[in-house]
C-alpha cells in the first residue's frame, strides 16, 4: 500500500499528506522511507504545540538531528502554553527557536499565568531560569536570528514571585522587522522601555497591539504607539481586573492614553478600550475633562468597543467629536443591574445610563449601522432581562425606533467563568448570546 502511494506524482502525494489530519498515523508513514520521510516532516513540523516538559524534551532531541533539511526550519507555528506542574524540561526548546528561520507564530504562557494555580503555595525556582533562556532568546541577536520572520507574538506571563514581567527586559520584540501582531499581558511598561525606541518611530510593520491586563507609564504607551507605521487593531485592556503593581510610575490616564491613540488615528480601524479609570467611576463631570478633538480625526475607525462608563462614550460619542465613519459601536456594562434600568439598581451605577438615545447617535455618528449593547453577567444565566411586558415594550420601541435611523440594535448576554482575562490555554472564554435583536423584535426565550 506504502510502495503503491508513493508512486503517485510528488504533487499528488504532498495533497495526500496535507489532508491527513491523524499526526500518529503521519508519523508512521514518515518512517517507511526517506521519500515519505520528505514529504511527511514538513506537515508534521508545521504546527507545534508545546503544553508539558516531557513534550518539551522529545521535541528538542528530534529539532536535534541536524538531516536535511534540518526539522527546526520546518517550524512555522510554536504554541508553548505549560501546563503547572508539568513544564520543568521547556527549557530545552529555548536555545533552538533561533535555529526556526522559518517561524511565522509564537505563543508563549508561563504555567502562574493561569489565574486558578497563581495562587498556589507551591513554587517552582527554575520559572527563572526559563525566563532567563527567554531573555536570550529575544536580546541576543545571534540566539534571536529566528525570529526575524516572525509575523504573530503572544506572551502571556506571570512568574512564581510576582505577577507582573519587565517588557524593558524584552524591548527587541517591539522592533522586530517582520512582526504584525504583539498580544501581551501581565507586563509592566515604564519609562524605561522607551530608551532607544524613537529611532524606530513609524517604521515598524505592526497592526495588531493587544495590551491585556497591563502597567503602562504615559510615556511608555507613546513610545510603543509611535512605532507602527500604520496600526489597524488596538486593545487597550489596561489593569480592568487586577490591582497595581508596586511601581513608582504613574499609569497613563484615560486623557493620556487617547493622546497616545493620537499618533494612528490616520490608519486605526477597530479599538477596544476597557480602563479601570471609570469603570466603575460614577463622577460622569469627570468625564467631560478629555481635551482636543477626541475621535473626530480617526477617519479609519470603523469598529469600537468601549465600557458602558468610559470616558470615550459620554465625552466623544455623543458630540461633535464622535469619528465621523464608524459603523459599529460595542458597548459592555460589567453592573448587575439590567441593561434598561436607568438609574440601575447598582448603587455604583446610579450615573451610567443603559442604552444611549438613538437621536443622539444618529446625529453624531451618520454612518453607524450597528449597536451592540452587551450585558456581562457572573452567573450562568444571571436575572432574566424582561420578566415586565412594558420593559419588553419598551425595548421593541427602542429597537424600531434605530431603525428608522438605519441602526440595528442587539443586546447580548455574557455568561462567564470564574477566569478573567487574559482567557489561557484550556480555560472557557465568555460566550456572547444574542438575547435580542430588532431587526425581527427577537427576544430569548430564557431572558423573558
Known sequence: MVSTLLSLPTELLLDVVEAVDDAASLRSFALTCKLARLVAEPVLYRAVLVNTGSQASCLAQALRQQQPPTRAELVHTLDLRSEYGEDADLGALTPLVGEMIQLRALSMESPFANYGYWRSSEGQDWWESLIQGYRTMFLDAQCGAGLQNLTSLTIHWSGHTSRFWLLTEFKPILTLPALQSLTISCAILDDDLTDGLATFAGTTPL?????????????????????????????????????????????????????????????????????????????????????????????????????????????????????????????????????????????????????????????YLPRLHYLDLVFSSLSRYGDRLWTNPDRRDCVKRLGEDYQARGIRLAIFAVFRSSYIPPYLFGEEVPVEVPVYRAEDAWFSPEMT
Open 207 to 363: 497592526t495588531h497591539l493587544e495590551l491585556i491586563e497591563c502597567f503602562v507609564s504615559p510615556k511608555a504607551l507613546t513610545a510603543v504607539l509611535a512605532l507602527p507605521r500604520a496600526l489597524q487593531s488596538c486593545h487597550l485592556g489596561i489593569m480592568r481586573h487586577h490591582r497595581i503593581p508596586s511601581t513608582n510610575c504613574h499609569q497613563a490616564s484615560p486623557e493620556q492614553q487617547l493622546e497616545a491613540l493620537h499618533q494612528q488615528r490616520h490608519s486605526l480601524q477597530q479599538l477596544i478600550w476597557v480602563d479601570d479609570h471609570f469603570a466603575y467611576d460614577t463622577d460622569v463631570h469627570r468625564v467631560f475633562t478629555i481635551p482636543g478633538n477626541g475621535l473626530s480625526d480617526f477617519t479609519e475607525l470603523h469598529t469600537l468597543t468601549l465600557d458602558g462608563a468610559s470616558a470615550l462614550l459620554f465625552s466623544t460619542l455623543f458630540s461633535e467629536c464622535a469619528p465621523p465613519n464608524l459603523d459599529r459601536l460595542r458597548i459592555i456594562r460589567h453592573d448587575k443591574g439590567t441593561l434598561l434600568d436607568h438609574p440601575t439598581d447598582s448603587v455604583a451605577y446610579t450615573r451610567i445610563p443603559g442604552i444611549p438615545p438613538p437621536i443622539a447617535l444618529h446625529q
